[in-house]
């Protein structure tokens, strides 16, 4: 299909965007790499009658050490995010897992920003950005204010961001040598996660000193498996030790029923693919 007629924009800077949204109101969107929203114009399920594209606002792209974090902007796109040395060496659960997004063309135009701010609850994206603590920032008329991963993901589809506000970064607290794994079912290549698991482990010797464990398509936001963490510390990096500690990483969950499976069988796979993650993340 052919989306409804609109007005596009590509403003320069966060302030013009701002400006732009502010006047269009609830007839203006903001684009970002365009993977989530187009489909959503084709269909019709959307039609605003402005279309405001950041593509050009320099300032929102690229990843920068600061201090005991590093800064992602919103519009750095996924092969970027995979490539950086930054992420590789200090939030390597997050290249991992933004590296199984779909097929290449969508990772060389999705953006980090796009993706958590679309908030699909099958997205790989939403999972490692709560597991590593990542704070997101939100630009708006009154200024910048940040937001926990913890508090920005609300419900399907939903976020903490106002109608007003933009996503400028996400700041990732370093995660410097800890080990990290992905795990994801899917039955047929650059599906959407049917279940998955994000995985990051700090180990002392043949132990796990620390872990941070997140579920893809579990319930309709990314969850924190925090009760499985705390089982997991002190735990011998063994497969029995490893699956004893996680028989309970699905409890409290709320998966969907579709095509793919009831909600039981996301909690088998989960507990399945838990022991992978943390087993491969811890190097066993």
Not at 58 to 68: A, F, H, K, T
Not at 201 to 217: P, Q, W, Y
Request: hydrophobic share 45%; charged share 20%; with cysteine.
């Amino acid at each position: 299909m052919i989306p409804a007629a609109f007005d596009y924009v590509a403003p320069a800077t966060v302030d013009e965007a701002l400006t732009l949204l502010s006047q269009g109101g609830d007839d203006a969107k903001i684009i970002a790499g365009g993977q989530s929203l187009l489909p959503v114009l084709k269909l019709r399920l959307a039609a605003p009658e402005l279309l405001i594209d950041l593509a050009k606002i320099d300032s929102l792209r690229g990843v920068r050490d600061d201090g005991d974090a590093i800064v992602i902007g919103a519009m750095t796109p996924h092969f970027e995010v995979v490539a950086d040395p930054l992420v590789r060496e200090h939030a390597s659960l997050l290249a991992e897992c933004v590296a199984t997004v779909a097929d290449p063309q969508v990772r060389h135009r999705g953006t980090l920003g796009g993706a958590c701010a679309h908030a699909d609850p099958a997205s790989d994206i939403p999972a490692p950005v709560l597991a590593l603590d990542a704070v997101l920032t939100l630009a708006g008329p009154g200024g910048r204010r940040t937001v926990a991963a913890a508090d920005f993901f609300t419900d399907i589809f939903t976020t903490a961001l106002g109608e007003d506000e933009i996503l400028t970064d996400i700041r990732v607290p370093k995660h410097t040598g800890w080990g990290s794994a992905y795990e994801k079912f899917v039955r047929v290549s650059q599906q959407w996660a049917i279940v998955g698991v994000a995985a990051t482990v700090r180990t002392d010797g043949d132990s796990i000193a620390e872990a941070r464990i997140a579920l893809t398509n579990m319930g309709s936001t990314p969850i924190r498996a925090r009760a499985a963490e705390q089982a997991l510390a002190g735990v011998r990096a063994d497969a029995d030790s490893v699956a004893a500690a996680l028989t309970g990483v699905a409890e409290g969950t709320a998966p969907p029923t579709d095509l793919n499976g009831d909600p039981e069988y996301r909690r088998q796979l989960a507990a399945v693919l838990a022991r992978r993650a943390v087993l491969s993340a811890a190097g066993r």
